[in-house]
């Protein structure tokens, strides 16, 4: 959230994708295997970890010039690269899993 509403943020202030994808994967490993639900929710969340370890490489390998103001475009798809970790970020505020497992008391 503090990536969102920052004034400026650069792309290594987000290392949280990083927990994120580790929450979504054990979320995917937790999901009930025995019902169609159960599968859908599977594969979602992982093609969700996926996709977010892919935006993570594109940011780290390549020189995407990201642009240090705004930048008028036409190409939708130069819209999507140049807001890649705003619209991840978005999404992953959205739909990441909040645990529910009760933490066992000390003593």
């Known amino acids: 959230m503090g990536g969102l509403v920052s004034p400026i943020t650069w792309t290594h202030h987000l290392y949280w994708f990083i927990p994120a994808v580790v929450v ?13 639900a159960g599968a859908r929710r599977r594969r979602g969340l ?6 977010t370890g892919v935006v993570i490489v594109y940011g780290v390998v390549t020189f995407q010039d990201w642009g240090a103001g705004p930048v008028r475009t036409d190409d939708p798809l130069d819209f999507l690269a140049r807001n890649a970790y705003v619209l991840l970020s978005l999404l992953l505020l959205a739909v990441l899993p909040i645990s529910r497992r009760s933490v066992p008391a000390p003593g």
Request: glycine share 6%; aromatic share 0%; net charge negative.
């Open 46 to 51: 992982l093609a969700l970890a996926v996709g």
């Open 24 to 36: 979504l994967v054990d979320a995917a490993l937790d999901a009930d295997r025995t019902t169609a």
